[in-house]
C-alpha cells in the first residue's frame, strides 16, 4: 500500500523559543507525584511490608485461613475484570465505535474549523536510532495537516552523534532537530520536557522512532478536542505492521487489540481514565502546561500523565485512525520493555497512592483497575497457578486434603475466557482475522510476566530512573511503503539547536 500526501510547499519561519510558563503550573505536582521523590514513598511501603508479615504470620498460625482469605480477594478482582470485559464486548457489539466515528471521524477530507486548524507540534524522542530515522522522517512526511501550521521536534541526545548527525542530513520544513546535553536522569520524558521549551503547538502529540501514523490522525484529534472542551488528550489506536513475524508478535498484536480496540474505548465511554501509550497520544498545549509536562523520573510518564490530568478535571477520551508500529520480536528485548513498563507502573501507582482524596474516585478507581490489576496478574499468575496444581496434586496423591470450592474454578474460567473473548473481539476490530489463530495461545504469553514483574521489583531499589532501551528495527515495513512527498523545491532553512544547559 502507498500512501501518497501532498502538503504545500512553504518555508519554515526561525524558530522561537516560548515566554517562561513556569508561573502557570502548580509547585504542588512535583512535590506530590514526583517519582523521583523516594522519600513520600516509604509511608506506602512500608503499609505493604507489614501486610506481608501479617500474611506470613497468619501462613504460619492457620494456612487455611491465608489461603481462603487470598481466594476471596483476588476472586473478587477477577469478577470485576471480567464483568468490565464482557461489558466492553458487549459495547463492541452493539456500537462497534458509532459514539467514536461522531466525534473524530478519521476523514483527512474534514473541513477546516473556522478559525483554521491550529499549530501542532509533533515531539519525536530518539536514542540510538540513527537508522530509524529516513523511514520515520518520511512516515511523518505523510501526515495531512497545513506545513504551515506543523512544527515536528526531532529530539536527539548530545551523545549519541549518530542519531543527531542523520537527522541533520535529513532536515527540512517542517523539521527541527533539538540536541538535549547528557544530564541525569536520562529518560524520555526528561527529554521531552526540554524540547517543550521550543514547543510552538496548541496541541502536542508523541511519535516513536518506528512509528507510521494514519495521515488524518491530527485532524481526527482536532475534530475530538473540538467536540469536548474538558477533553485533555486523546489516544490513538496503536496497530503492529509485523504482526504475523513469529509467535511472540501475534501474541503482541493481540494484547494491544484487545486494549485499543476493546478495553479504552470501554473506559472512554464510561469517562474513566485510561493509561495513555507512550506514543500516538494527542494532547492540549495548556493541559500539558496546568499539569507540569512530564515526570522526569518515571519510566512509564505516559501512564503517569493520565492520572495527573485526571486528577486536574481532564478527560481522556480516544479516536480511531491508527498507528502502525513495529512489535518486539525477540523475547529478551521483549522482557527489557517489560520490565521498564512494570516498573513504571509500580512507580506510578505509588506516586498516586499519596494523595487519594480530594482528586476524584474515578480516578482512584481506575487507577487500580488498569495499573493496578496489571500488577497483581503479573506478579500472581504464575504463583496462582502453581499453587492450584500443588493443592490438586496433593489431593491426589493423598498427602493432605485441603479442598477448593469450585467456586473459585468458576471464576478461574470467567476470568480467562472474558480476556480470550476480549482478544477475539480485538482482533476481529482490528481486522486482523490471522490472530484468532492464536487466541488459545494467549494464557502462556501471560504466564512469561512474572519474570520481567520481579525484575521490575529489583531494580525500583537498585536502579529506579533506568530507562530499558527498547530496540527497534528488528522487522521490516513489508507492504507499507512510505513515499516522502516533500521535494527538493520545499526544503529551505531548518534548525538545529543545541542546549547548552537542559532546563
Same mark, same amino acid.
Request: glycine letters at 4%; proline letters at 7%.
Given at each position: ?30 512535590? !506530590? ?40 480477594? +483476588? ?18 457489539? #452493539? ?9 473524530? %471521524? ?46 515536528? @521536534? ?10 543527531? $548527525? ?43 522512532? $518506528? ?27 496503536? $496497530?503492529?505492521?509485523? #504482526? ?9 498484536? /493481540? ?20 493509561? /495513555? ?23 512509564? $510518564?505516559? #501512564? ?26 525477540? +523475547? ?36 487500580? !483497575?488498569?495499573? =493496578? ?5 503479573? +506478579? ?9 496444581? =500443588? /493443592?490438586?496434586? %496433593? ?58 514483574? @520481579? ?49
Amino acid at each position: 500500500m502507498t500512501i501518497r500526501t501532498r502538503i504545500p510547499a512553504r518555508r519554515e519561519p526561525t524558530p522561537q523559543k516560548p515566554q517562561d510558563t513556569q508561573d502557570n503550573t502548580s509547585p504542588t505536582i512535583k512535590t !506530590i507525584w514526583s517519582a523521583g521523590d523516594q522519600i513520600k514513598n516509604m509511608p506506602l511501603r512500608l503499609s505493604m511490608f507489614g501486610l506481608l508479615c501479617l500474611c506470613a504470620l497468619i501462613l504460619f498460625i492457620k494456612p487455611p485461613l491465608l489461603l481462603a482469605i487470598t481466594a476471596l480477594f +483476588f476472586s473478587s478482582a477477577i469478577v470485576i475484570i471480567s464483568l468490565l470485559r464482557l461489558l466492553a464486548i458487549i459495547a463492541v457489539i #452493539a456500537r462497534r465505535y458509532n459514539s467514536a466515528k461522531k466525534r473524530a %471521524a478519521p476523514s483527512s477530507k474534514l473541513a477546516a474549523p473556522p478559525d483554521g486548524w491550529p499549530h501542532y507540534t509533533l515531539l519525536v524522542p530518539l536514542h540510538h536510532e540513527a537508522h530509524m530515522v529516513e523511514p520515520l522522517m518520511n512516515a511523518l512526511s505523510q501526515i495531512d495537516y497545513p506545513i504551515e501550521r506543523l512544527q515536528i @521536534l526531532m529530539i536527539t541526545e548530545a551523545a549519541d552523534q549518530a542519531t543527531v $548527525e542523520a537527522v541533520n542530513a535529513k532536515l527540512r520544513p517542517p523539521f527541527q532537530n533539538i540536541v538535549v546535553p547528557y544530564s541525569e536522569p536520562q529518560t524520555k520524558p526528561k527529554a521531552l520536557n526540554v524540547a517543550m521549551k521550543y514547543a510552538r503547538g496548541d496541541i502536542i502529540t508523541i511519535y516513536d522512532a $518506528e512509528d507510521i501514523p494514519h495521515p488524518s490522525q491530527l485532524k481526527a484529534a482536532v475534530r475530538a478536542f473540538m467536540a469536548d472542551i474538558r477533553l485533555g488528550a486523546v489516544q490513538a489506536p496503536l $496497530e503492529y505492521f509485523n #504482526a504475523d513475524q513469529n509467535w511472540l508478535t501475534r501474541q503482541f498484536a /493481540l494484547e494491544y487489540s484487545a486494549l485499543f480496540h476493546v478495553w479504552n474505548p470501554l473506559l472512554d465511554r464510561l469517562n474513566l481514565p485510561f493509561p /495513555l501509550g507512550g506514543t500516538s497520544n494527542h494532547i492540549r498545549r495548556d493541559a500539558l502546561w496546568q499539569v507540569d509536562l512530564w515526570d522526569s523520573y518515571n519510566v512509564t $510518564e505516559d #501512564a503517569d500523565l493520565t492520572f495527573r490530568l485526571a486528577a486536574y478535571g481532564w478527560k481522556i477520551g480516544t479516536i480511531l485512525p491508527p498507528t502502525q508500529e513495529e512489535a518486539v520480536s525477540e +523475547f529478551r528485548n521483549w522482557q527489557h520493555q517489560r520490565v521498564r513498563w512494570l516498573k513504571g507502573y509500580i512507580q506510578t501507582w505509588q506516586v498516586h497512592m499519596r494523595a487519594v482524596r480530594g482528586h476524584g474516585w474515578p480516578r482512584m478507581l481506575s487507577l487500580h !483497575i488498569t495499573l =493496578g490489576f496489571t500488577l497483581l496478574s503479573a +506478579f500472581l499468575h504464575v504463583p496462582a497457578m502453581v499453587m492450584i496444581s =500443588g /493443592l490438586y496434586s %496433593a489431593n491426589l496423591f493423598g498427602l493432605f486434603e485441603y479442598q477448593l470450592e469450585k467456586t473459585y474454578f468458576y471464576i478461574l474460567i470467567l476470568g480467562y475466557g472474558s480476556a480470550l473473548i476480549c482478544g477475539i473481539a480485538g482482533a476481529i476490530c482490528a481486522r486482523r482475522p490471522k490472530l484468532l489463530l492464536s487466541v488459545a495461545a494467549m494464557p502462556f504469553y501471560w504466564l512469561c510476566l512474572f519474570w520481567p514483574a @520481579l525484575r521490575a521489583v529489583a531494580q525500583l531499589f537498585t536502579a529506579p530512573f533506568y530507562w530499558n532501551k527498547t530496540r527497534h528495527g528488528d522487522a521490516t515495513i513489508g507492504d507499507v511503503t512510505i513515499d516522502d512527498p516533500i521535494t527538493e523545491q520545499t526544503i529551505s532553512k531548518t534548525a538545529t539547536i543545541e542546549i547548552s544547559h537542559p532546563q
